[in-house]
C-alpha cells in the first residue's frame, strides 16, 4: 500500500475518533450539564484532525489518481461524523481490488 493511502487511513480513523470524543464531551456539556472540559479537549483535537483529513484526502487522491468526484465525497466526507471511515474503507476496497490490464 502506498505511504499517502496508508497515511490516509491512519488519519481517517484518528478524524472519527476525535469525533466521538468531542460528541461525547458535547454530551457531557449541553445534556448532561456536568461542564466543558470534554469539549475543550476534542474540539481543538478534532479541529486538527480535520485538518489533516482534508489533506490526507488531497495527498492520497493525488498519488491514487482519484477522479475530482471522488475527490470531492472525500471531502464531503469529513463534515458527517464517523462517515470518513465509511469513505476510507471504500477507497482502501477500491485500491485492493485487481485492475483488468
Known amino acids: 500500500m502506498p ?3 496508508r497515511l490516509f487511513r491512519y488519519v481517517a480513523i484518528a478524524e472519527a475518533c ?3 470524543g468531542l460528541l461525547i ?3 457531557f456539556k449541553y ?3 456536568t461542564g466543558d472540559l470534554g ?3 476534542f474540539g481543538p483535537v478534532h479541529g486538527a484532525m480535520f485538518v489533516l483529513y482534508v489533506a490526507g484526502v488531497l495527498a492520497a487522491a493525488r498519488v491514487e489518481r482519484w ?3 471522488v475527490v470531492v465525497l472525500g471531502l464531503a466526507c469529513s463534515v458527517p461524523p464517523f462517515t470518513s471511515l465509511w469513505f476510507e474503507r471504500r ?3 477500491r485500491h485492493r481490488e485487481p485492475v483488468a490490464a
Open 39 to 41: 469539549v475543550k479537549i
Open 31 to 33: 445534556i448532561a450539564d
Open 25 to 27: 464531551g458535547m454530551f
Open 3 to 5: 505511504t499517502a493511502l
Open 67 to 69: 477522479s475530482p468526484g
Open 91 to 93: 477507497m482502501l476496497a
Open 18 to 20: 476525535s469525533w466521538a
